[in-house]
């Protein structure tokens, strides 16, 4: 028989949620999205786990080709980031879950161990990590291949004289926003739109790429000891071809993160092949859709190959003591 959990369920983050919480990306002063979006949260809270769920009606099949939407109920942080979404006993949860009714979608389960016997699970995008050990940018780019070292110095050209500067937060304006926006809308998997609020209040760091005194880019960064996390992005996509807009900011990423002798640098999910032909590896993350009927579920787990995500199978060897590129 399973125990019935006394679970806390409101629409503002516990006074006592930072004390139990072990998962960095939901303590309070971590990311403010949960108080400068408007959309509604709801707190799920026990001494032994956490989360904190919202509601959306979403393409069932987002990583295939069919499209079904279906009004799910979302354990994930509404960002475009690879953090988990809860904290504490993953099974516990799901069991608390499973009580509440209706379908739910947990994303980015790092350890596919932690999944409950039964819980219909498959892949989601995986992650994109860097690890450093670099005293220096040049010493980088020598270990580079020749075709990865000219492609990145391709790159550079094309970037001219575009100014790179950080900002302060609090001067993010609407043109910043558009290029946010711009991004987002051209996303295939987008989660949700956070308001421009948030990017004002945020205590990570803000670049911008300037060209002909015109904001063109931005990035986002958390710099967290030896860590260097990728949040957002804005570009302007006219100008992302002739400038290599979009590999410049990984680059630019990659480099903040050697001078800051960052360890690891997390570049977050999709994009694959531009990261990692920058060296970065991939970290598989993996995704849980169930509800509290054993039938559905059964029905879930025999037809996940169709929701799951399917990363691209190239495996690229960009060090040069690497072997040549392969397929796995």
């Not at 980088?140 to 075709?147: G, I």
């Not at 302060?168 to 043109?175: A, G, I, M, R, S």
């Not at 990261?275 to 598989?284: I, Q």
Request: glycine share 6%; charged share 30%; hydrophobic share 35%.
């Amino acid at each position: 028989m399973r125990k019935k959990y006394e679970v806390r369920c409101i629409s503002q983050r516990p006074e006592d949620w930072d004390r139990y919480c072990d998962n960095d990306w939901l303590k309070k002063d971590a990311l403010l999205f949960d108080e400068t979006w408007e959309e509604a949260f709801t707190y799920h809270f026990h001494p032994e786990f956490g989360c904190y769920t919202f509601k959306r009606r979403m393409n069932l099949f987002t990583f295939g080709k069919l499209k079904l939407h279906v009004p799910i109920t979302m354990v994930a942080l509404p960002v475009s980031i690879d953090g988990e979404g809860y904290f504490g006993n993953l099974e516990a949860l799901m069991y608390h879950l499973q009580e509440e009714g209706g379908l739910h979608l947990i994303l980015n389960i790092r350890a596919l161990e932690k999944i409950p016997q039964g819980i219909p699970y498959g892949r989601t995008l995986d992650t994109c990590i860097f690890d450093n050990n670099y005293e220096d940018f040049e010493t980088y780019v020598s270990a580079l291949r020749s075709p990865y070292r000219r492609r990145l110095r391709q790159a550079l050209r094309r970037l001219g004289t575009v100014r790179i500067e950080r900002i302060h937060n609090e001067t993010f304006d609407d043109q910043l926003y558009a290029l946010y926006k711009e991004v987002l809308n051209r996303s295939k998997y987008p989660l949700e739109t956070l308001p421009i609020e948030f990017f004002k209040t945020s205590k990570d760091d803000i670049h911008v790429f300037y060209h002909d005194q015109k904001p063109v880019a931005f990035v986002m960064v958390k710099v967290e000891k030896d860590r260097l996390y990728f949040l957002f992005g804005g570009m302007n996509y006219a100008k992302r071809d002739a400038l290599d807009l979009y590999y410049n900011m990984l680059i630019y990423i990659l480099r903040l993160g050697i001078e800051k002798k960052s360890k690891t640098i997390y570049f977050g999910q999709t994009a694959e092949s531009s990261k990692e032909r920058l060296g970065c590896r991939r970290e598989k993350r993996y995704m849980c859709i169930f509800t509290g009927n054993k039938t559905i579920n059964k029905v879930l787990s025999k037809f996940i190959g169709l929701f799951e995500y399917k990363p691209d199978p190239r495996v690229y060897h960009v060090f040069a003591e690497k072997n040549k590129d392969t397929f796995t």
